[in-house]
């Protein structure tokens, strides 16, 4: 069955320009998560959404970041007036269900360079 | 604060001898841990797991140890194949069970 798909794949933007990543999660799966991972770093947990609850938005770095996810499937994260450390790998994973034995699935991830 | 840490961030180990990689973490509180391996402009994919009531798990050549009393977890690749070269990355769930927390990952070699 089709996986976690990211888009864009690739993203190089300039300073200061707004940008817009798009997660659609595997069907059926209620939790989604965004993540961060710059160079030579682990992964940074940037925000997590389960069903119907309010998002958890601990890990979000800044008020430039925020992010939506539709109709319980299809997320997008908006990084507004883009800094060069925002330049890192941003990855999307989905998970069937809430429970700490329930794995995650992760998307390719988009590579975004700021200029 | 890094709460899983992954203290290596290389190892080389020839083709059919065994790879260890070592996490640490600091939370008591962590009940669930997992082991993802990821590949060059690929995501994470995972690989094995482990709860934290018990203090192994295998699975084909890939075996997880949980040392809780040390806070504590390895993964044991043997053998050791070049297809397995790759990026792993520790994480361990939190109590409520949502929240993923990741090491730095270890880049893992595998020498034909």
């Known amino acids: 069955g089709a996986g976690v798909s990211q888009s864009p794949s690739n993203k190089v933007t300039e300073k200061g320009k707004d940008v817009e990543l798009r997660c659609d999660p595997i069907?059926?799966?209620?939790?989604l998560y965004w993540y961060r991972q710059s160079l030579g770093q682990g992964l940074e947990f940037l925000i997590y959404?389960?069903?119907?609850?309010?998002?958890?938005k601990s890990g979000l770095p800044s008020d430039r970041f925020s992010a939506e996810r539709t109709g319980g499937s299809v997320s997008t994260l908006t990084i507004q007036r883009t800094q060069q450390e925002d330049s890192a790998v941003y990855l999307c994973?989905?998970?069937?269900?809430?429970?700490?034995?329930?794995?995650?699935?992760f998307g390719p991830g988009t590579r975004l360079l700021v200029l | 604060d890094q709460q899983v840490k992954q203290n290596s961030p290389s190892l080389s180990v020839q083709e059919g001898r065994i790879s260890i990689l070592n996490c640490d973490y600091t939370?008591?509180?962590?009940?669930?841990f997992l082991w993802y391996k990821k590949y060059p402009a690929e995501g994470p994919t995972f690989l094995i797991s482990i709860s934290s009531i018990k203090d192994k798990n295998e699975d084909g050549r890939f075996t997880v140890f949980l040392n809780k009393s040390a806070k504590h977890l390895s993964l044991h690749i043997v053998p050791s194949q070049p297809g397995d070269s790759a990026v792993y990355f520790c994480a361990a769930v939190s109590n409520t069970g949502n929240q993923f927390y990741f090491g730095t990952g270890t880049s893992l070699t595998v020498i034909p």
């Open positions: 939370n008591s509180m962590f009940d669930y």
């Open positions: 959404f389960q069903g119907n609850s309010a998002p958890d």
């Open positions: 994973a989905s998970r069937r269900a809430s429970g700490s034995t329930e794995t995650q699935y």
């Open positions: 069907s059926g799966h209620t939790a």
